[in-house]
């Protein structure tokens, strides 16, 4: 079942809020807070979680892209910034703040909903590479754990890299655990003994 897109809207001019109250609940999106700054944004984002955020740049107090990278980092959610003038200098700054879309005052009514596609489009992708790159780096930080396991196991048992890694296999399967877990306990008790040796 889908559920409305839930937004948040920011904007420093009054006409601008006005035209996003009225034109996003008329496409079928629901406006769950609309502020006037950048600092009110990430405060009202912090209270209502919106799916996306469409914000205004140059706001008092804390611009969108600054109030993006607050909002992003509590709770990663798309952003699409707008503003009344192309400046090359803040396309730059959005572009490394993983802004998904940007759009040019006035704003359409059919550019606003090609831009909240391509925004929940990129950012679905962005996070489908965000968790594959969090996946990989667990998988070889846990095969850099088996590996210093498997050094522990050939030093203290005198047996060869293939039989060691049998040994931890084994250990794991009996005990119904996970090998980095097995390999991870013995390098605590190898620190442990150490500490004792070294007393």
Known sequence: MNRTLRIAVADDEQDTREFFQTVLP???????SVAQTGRQL????HKSHPDLVLTDIKMPDMDGIQAAVAINRERAVPVILVSG?????LLERAGAENIMAYLTKPVKANDLVAAIRLARKRFEQFQAIREEASSLRQSLEDRKLIERAKGVVMRRLGVDEADAFRRLQRKA????????????????AEA???G???K
């Open 26 to 32: 008329s496409l079928g999106y629901e406006v769950v």
């Open 42 to 45: 990430v405060e009202a984002c």
């Open 85 to 89: 003038y192309q400046d090359e200098g």
């Open 173 to 188: 399967s009996d005990e119904n655990q996970k090998l980095v877990d097995v390999a991870r306990a013995l390098l605590n």
């Open 192 to 194: 442990v003994f150490l």
């Open 196 to 198: 004792l040796d070294s």
